[in-house]
């Protein structure tokens, strides 16, 4: 198991550590995201600039 630091690449610089294995897909990365936060490929996304993309 080891920490995978995640940051917002909406500019704010918020970031998040989630646990994970060596080798899991983006779906299973996505099942340890907080609520909010969007994680496509090599992109992500904290809940507030989730929401500024959507609008």
Do not use: V
């Not at 917002?8 to 899991?24: A, F, I, N, R, V």
């Amino acid at each position: 198991m080891m920490m995978l630091m995640i940051t917002c690449d909406g500019g704010c610089l918020t970031h998040m550590e989630t646990p994970t294995e060596h080798g899991d897909k983006c779906s299973d990365i996505d099942r340890e995201l907080e609520l909010g936060w969007i994680h496509q490929g090599e992109t992500d996304y904290c809940p507030n600039c989730a929401k500024k993309l959507a609008r």
